[in-house]
Nanobody, 120 residues
Framework: VQLQASGGGLVQAGGSLRLSCVAS????????MGWYRQTPGKQRELVAT???????NYADSVKGRFTISRDNSKKMVYLQMNSLKPEDTAVYYC???????????????WGQGTLVTVSS
C-alpha cells in the first residue's frame, strides 16, 4: 500500500486548509485511516483517526477545529483544518492501519508527509 498526501501549505492564523490522502493497494475491511503530525525534536502525535465504519477520534488540541472524513470508494481520507493556529505548524502524515480479520494483527502504512505552516 502506498499513501500520497497533499494539500499542505502556508496559511495565516485563523485560516483553513484541507489535506487529502489517497491510498493505492489493498485496504482491508477492518481498517483505520488517520492523520498524525510532527515538529522537529518532537514525537509524532495523533491528530485524528477515522475507522472503516466512520467512527472518529481527535486530539484534544484540534477538537472543534479539525474534521476528518473519508471516501471509501476513492480510497481517500481528508482533514479539514479550520481556525488554524501557529502551534498547528508541523509536517502532517497520512496513516493507514490494516487489521487482519482473524488475528487482528495491525499493519501500518505511512505517507510521505505534507508541511503545514501557520503564520501569526
Amino acid at each position: 500500500v502506498q499513501l500520497q498526501a497533499s494539500g499542505g501549505g502556508l496559511v495565516q492564523a485563523g485560516g483553513s486548509l484541507r489535506l487529502s490522502c489517497v491510498a493505492s493497494g489493498s485496504i482491508f475491511s477492518i481498517n483505520v485511516m488517520g492523520w498524525y503530525r510532527q515538529t522537529p525534536g518532537k514525537q509524532r502525535e495523533l491528530v485524528a483517526t477515522i475507522t472503516s465504519d466512520g467512527s472518529t477520534n481527535y486530539a484534544d488540541s484540534v477538537k472543534g477545529r479539525f474534521t476528518i472524513s473519508r471516501d471509501n470508494s476513492k480510497k481517500m481520507v481528508y482533514l479539514q483544518m479550520n481556525s488554524l493556529k501557529p502551534e498547528d505548524t508541523a509536517v502532517y502524515y497520512c496513516n493507514l492501519q490494516n487489521y487482519l480479520v482473524v488475528s487482528l494483527r495491525r499493519i501500518d502504512y505511512w505517507g510521505q508527509g505534507t508541511l503545514v505552516t501557520v503564520s501569526s
